[in-house]
């Protein structure tokens, strides 16, 4: 019971003095004393004494910051690993999608994200991965369907429903799709709808899948806004919706209620550079968004959509993560608790979270040789489809172009921005390859590899010629996957994966600096934008429009599923 300290009769276990007050409910500052104790926060106002106390010498008092949307994964790093990293940042929970970890090991995925969690300075809030496959024409480790996401939730694993990105089968009706929806039993359910306007939109509403991350537009915000929808504002590496969705807010600051600012994947290089929610405050007031509604949008919104009970706010009765910063401009964060326990001072963790352990193994699929990797180009045909990339979206076009041909075989065209991807199936250990090609990376000479490939991760490689194709696919393999690049036999830089071929449980700055090494080696080969290696794993996530290659060859969902490489 702690009404006692609440009245004051009782000294609190700690005593913020002398912070301004970041109230997200009434939106203002307000000078005054926090009190905690046994994890929550007791009392907010004058006259109450502590046991500990921390004079905030007028600096901004914040409650703990809340990414509503997060595949962990795509960091690159463990969970413990990860809360490294953010937790000195002020976050405090994450809402997190494990649903690559579910693609390349199932069940067995999710329940070892769950277990490396636990005991870490920030709560997780796991979904149960809804898509997994994200579509008919992706090969995972084990499809789960609604009695798998069934047994999470009533294990307690699994907090609410991950993404929906199966939209077409949601709109038609599909059984299979409707009976996870009934699997999460009123739990909040997480959308995913680019470009799903009208009625189609309607139709996809009506599930309760309200908060989407994939809303690229102004006028597409607006509409899922009016039709009940929540608005996911995505600041993330390879996607930065942020600047296109903020007039939604600057035009009419009650909207925060609905709106929240989220990452979907990020990078280590990312996370190192520009923060993690802390960033995306000082991004969003670099827009001319007001900084308490900013704050709003990161903190409260994100735990009353996700029905967080007394998170994201300072107020009595509400848990006790707060995060002390210079200003909510700047969003420098100097001091951190968690359930009113000091977890990070000054960048740093006070304790570091021990050695991650998994479960799990990883396939190794057959070699690749040259001859699998070819495309002959038959006479009858004149075009072939070809990838649209385009830096800084996940939407990619379907191309119809001419293609170069030589001794029979359609091969890459450098001089026109047209290279050769390679997609080889890993999670069944079948080896099937797919061929397609890309335009708009900019890659000149040499190959760039990956086992991150959404969301399936099969491995893929981009490159211009066989032999740096060939050695790109054989270092993966024989590394259990990673990040590659390469010119012919020799490598240019590296960073290996071995947990799923999705994480490192090294040090984030070790992983960074690899990942640096990585990208500089593919602008080195010409491929342009912050983040190419990510640009590159999200060329066989088939649910984003339009062409995609999956080990199942071209999908275009938009136009029915598998695409022909060649077209009349």
Known sequence: MCLPFARGDAPAELIIRQARVANVFSLEYEQVDVAVAKGIIVGVGDGYEGIETVDACGKVLIPGMIDGHLHVESTMLTPGRFAESVVPRGTSAVIADPHEMANVWGRA????????????????????????????????????????????????????????MNFPALIDGEDAVWDKLAAAKGRPLTAHSPRVSGKELCAYLLSGCLADHETTTYAEGLEKMRRGGWIMLRAGAAAFDLPALAPLVKENPARSSRCMVVSDD???????????????????????????????????????????????????????????????????????????????????????????????????????????????????????????????????????????????????????????????????????????????????????????????????????????????????????????????????????????????????????????????????????????????SFLSLSVIPSLKLTDQGYVDLSRGGLQELFVD
């Open 109 to 164: 995925g999710i329940t070892s994200m769950w277990e490396n969690a636990r005991d870490l300075p920030m709560d997780f809030f796991w979904g149960a991965s809804s898509c997994v496959p994200a579509s008919d024409f992706e090969t995972c480790r084990e499809p789960l369907e609604a009695a798998a996401l069934t047994d999470l939730f009533e294990a307690g694993i699994c907090h609410h429903l991950g993404e929906m």
């Open 266 to 536: 990020l990078t280590p290089t990312a996370l190192e550079a520009e923060g993690h929610m802390d960033g995306k405050m000082r991004a969003m007031c670099r827009l001319g968004i007001d900084p308490l509604i900013a704050l709003r949008m990161v903190t409260l919104t994100p735990a009353e959509y996700f029905r967080l009970p007394r998170r994201g706010g300072i107020a009595p009765g509400w848990v006790a993560d707060m995060a002390l910063v210079d200003s909510l401009e700047s969003c420098r964060v100097e001091q951190v608790w968690k359930g009113g326990r000091l977890v990070a001072r000054n960048g740093k963790l006070c304790s570091k979270p021990g050695k991650s352990f998994f479960i799990g193994t990883t396939t190794s699929p057959p070699p690749v040789d040259a001859e699998s990797i070819r495309v002959v180009a038959p006479a009858d045909k004149k075009k072939i489809r070809v990838i649209g990339w385009n830096e800084g979206s996940l939407l990619t076009e379907s191309l119809c172009l001419e293609p170069l041909i030589e001794k029979g075989y359609v091969v890459a065209d450098p001089a026109q921005d047209v290279v050769k991807v390679i997609v080889q199936e890993r999670n069944r250990n079948t080896g099937r390859v797919a061929v397609g090609f890309v335009k708009g990376l900019g890659l000149k000479f040499g190959a760039l590899g990956a086992s991150v490939a959404h969301d399936a991760h099969p491995y893929i490689v981009a490159g211009v010629d066989e032999p740096s194709i060939l050695r790109a696919l054989a270092w993966l393999r024989e590394n259990g996957g990673g990040l590659v690049a390469c010119v012919g036999e020799r490598i240019l830089a590296t960073l290996p994966l071995p947990i799923g071929g999705l994480m490192s449980d090294s040090p984030p700055e070790e992983v960074a600096a690899a990942l640096r090494n990585v990208d500089a080696a593919a602008l080195e080969m010409g491929i342009s934008g912050a983040h190419p290696c990510m640009a590159l």
